[in-house]
């Protein structure tokens, strides 16, 4: 006789779905919950392999636009770095900012997406000067430690915080 798979049905046999075995009370639902538990699964899935795909992009966003009082726009700046810790510097003046961080996302296209909305989306909750994107660069991390290696790179974002020009 032949064997084969432990589990494996003998030839000739359908598959068929399997079910719960219980009192008979629960059946139906221990059949909703396996269906529930695969469905999960499949959604988790995706999540997972997204997030393992994720890099690191370095970010500098630079805004410009009509002149503001100085203090307004370096509290702006501390208020978006306190709301969003992941923000590695600033830099300021009354008609200008650069801001340089870090973002985690799956390719450029969606770290650049994400850099876009930056300044918009929290103009209003940071109190920020109403300018306008005026540069973005989005470079992976191998490059940005490339460039700091051969000495043409932004300099590193060391004192991290909000500081003036």
Do not use: K
């Not at 598959?15 to 959604?43: F, P």
């Amino acid at each position: 006789m032949r064997r084969g798979r432990p589990g494996a049905l003998p030839r000739g046999t359908a598959e068929r779905a399997l079910t719960s075995v219980g009192t008979g009370e629960n059946d139906a639902g221990a059949e909703r919950d396996h269906g529930t538990e695969r469905n999960t699964a499949a959604r988790e899935q995706p999540t997972t392999a997204r997030r393992e795909a994720s890099r690191l992009w370095h970010i500098t966003l630079s805004v410009s636009g009509a002149q503001a009082p100085v203090q307004e726009v370096r509290r702006g700046l501390e208020q978006l770095a306190h709301d969003h810790p992941f923000l590695l510097t600033s830099r300021y003046a009354n008609d200008h900012a650069e801001i340089r961080y870090w973002e985690e996302a799956r390719d450029l296209h969606d770290a650049a997406a994400v850099a876009l909305r930056l300044w918009g989306e929290h103009r209003s909750s940071a109190r920020l000067p109403p300018w306008e994107i005026v540069g973005l660069e989005v470079i992976d991390r191998e490059t940005y430690h490339q460039r700091i290696a051969e000495g043409y790179g932004p300099p590193p974002a060391s004192p991290v915080g909000v500081h003036p020009y």
